[in-house]
């Protein structure tokens, strides 16, 4: 089982693409909130990936994301996370973005860890089974 504790950070800089306008979740020029989460759940991930055993990996299971301010194009955003639980294998996070100027989002993130070839096995088996 993972220790708490592990944090992880990742800093991007809001693009024309991961604006609300561009995928299609508003029709704004500003950070969207999908990018945003897409953002968080990298953030986690990551930070644990090289902390699981050969073959594992993540899914993300629930993301309760709240996006509390925006930020422009061409803005820095960091996301930091923390893996402050875990119960077997499911893994608990705590998120959060700021911009230049402010906390933009929080989020609470619950991942699980997954033997990577079974999972995309099974996968694979609903798209045979259509």
């Known amino acids: 089982m993972l220790k708490t504790g592990i944090k992880g950070k990742t800093e991007v800089t809001v693009t024309e693409e991961m604006t609300a306008k561009s995928v299609g979740s508003g029709g704004l020029e500003v950070f969207a909130t999908p990018a945003m989460a897409a953002l968080m759940e990298k953030t986690a991930y990551e930070s644990v990936e090289n902390e699981l055993g050969e073959g594992d990996g993540t899914v993300g299971v629930t993301l309760e994301l709240e996006h509390k301010a925006p930020t422009p194009v061409g803005m820095k955003v960091i996301c930091e ?50």
């Open 81 to 130: 996370s923390e893996l402050v639980g875990a119960e077997g294998r499911k893994l608990f996070f705590e998120i959060t973005v700021r911009d230049e100027k402010e906390v933009v989002g929080t989020a609470k993130h619950t991942r699980f860890v997954i033997n990577n070839e079974k999972f995309a096995a099974k996968a694979a088996g609903k798209a045979d089974n259509k």
